[in-house]
């Protein structure tokens, strides 16, 4: 993105987002899906950059200094990904060197605070899940990061395995690249080298809400706003997303995007063929379907709700894709418990 240059202020910042964000809009037929995605999370990348800079300007001028020791820019979930849609919330944090100093926690708090409202200044919903730089438990020096990495992998309940997944997709955008790769370093290490850990990621993978029914057909919601319509995100995309995970924490893979995941397995014939080769072309249906999700602009801040409505469910060609896709998902879903019920057995 090469429109930042005059960028000097959240309220400018946000402009530029806009401004990107409907050229975006209209291009939508006009190239590929994976070329879309890419433009925007390559938006996404740039405005945060240009956010720690103004952050951190913002700071020196009132009086708080420069960073105090090195730090990375870190992004969770679909950004960690890259396959951020334009409404896509905050999923970020911070890896802070260990080097001392004595305003370094001073500093990086206010930092955090400041960076997570120039964002929401700039177009980007706080995290409901708190993922954000803001938040102590994301925003760590990385002996810290460590530290809690090892906690999370050792206790093996729902919600710390949930976290350590989340960990999983951190993806590096900006400050001292050293860091991330430290980080991804020891998580590898520590899913390599902990008993139970893989069974423990494997259980929070095969939960999921059922999307075809025993004759095959599309499971729709049945009361509330929604009804009617079918969850995109949680039905067909985050099976997906976490099975690929899956499979590539077990295989060493580096990749945190789930096409690059589920090619590299492909390549090193690290899973059937035809297992993975359905679940590229399901995600790519899922890519489609989740940008085609029900989408509401607020004050040019834009949300969705992840779900395509009644009317996108009467076509036909949106409806056979959706069934191809769920068999996929079906499909991995049924490996995925075979797996599980394997494990659970070993363990009696």
């Known amino acids: 993105m090469d429109n930042l240059e005059d960028v000097d202020s959240a309220f400018t910042l946000k402009q530029a987002r806009m401004k990107r964000q ?40 009132e009086g708080y200094g420069l960073a105090p020791v090195p730090y990375a820019f870190v992004v969770f979930g679909s950004s960690g990904r890259r396959e951020a849609t334009l409404w896509s919330d905050q999923d970020n944090g911070l890896i802070i060197s260990d080097k001392e100093h004595p305003d370094k926690e001073r500093f990086f708090k206010e930092f955090g605070i400041r960076l997570s409202n ?17 938040e102590a438990l994301w925003a760590r020096t990385l002996s810290s990061w460590r530290e809690q990495l090892s906690e999370w992998s050792n206790d093996l309940q729902w919600e710390p395995v949930r ?12 400050g001292d690249l050293t860091l991330s790769h430290q980080f991804q370093k020891y998580y590898s290490f520590l899913f390599e080298s902990t008993p139970d850990l893989a069974a423990a990621v494997l259980r929070n993978t095969v939960r999921h809400k059922a999307t075809l029914n025993i004759l095959g057909q599309v499971v729709k919601e049945r009361f509330g706003e929604h009804a009617g319509g079918f969850d995109v995100k949680y039905g067909m995309y985050i099976p997906l997303v976490n099975s690929g995970r899956y499979f590539a924490l077990q295989n060493g893979l580096k990749e945190t ?35 085609s999700a029900q989408m509401k602009e607020d004050h040019s801040v834009l949300s969705s709700s992840g779900y395509i409505d009644q009317d996108q469910l009467r076509d036909k060609d949106t409806l056979y894709k959706l069934r191809i896709g769920l068999s996929a998902v079906k499909k991995i879903h049924r490996n995925l418990q075979r797996q599980l019920r394997f494990v659970e057995r070993g363990r009696l």
């Open 22 to 61: 409907e050229e975006l809009q209209n291009e939508i037929d006009q190239i590929s899906i994976l070329d879309w995605y890419r433009r925007v999370n390559d938006l996404h990348d740039a405005i945060a950059t240009k956010a720690i800079e103004l952050t951190e300007k913002e700071m020196w001028k």
């Open 118 to 134: 120039m964002l929401e200044s700039a177009g980007y919903a706080k995290c409901e899940g708190k993922v954000m730089c803001s």
């Open 163 to 174: 976290y350590y997944i989340i960990a999983a997709d951190m993806r590096h955008v900006a």
């Open 257 to 291: 995007n789930t096409l690059q995941r589920l090619k590299k397995l492909s390549t090193l014939e690290a899973a059937p063929s035809s297992l993975i080769e359905p679940c590229e072309k399901a995600f790519l249906i899922a890519l489609h379907l989740r940008r």
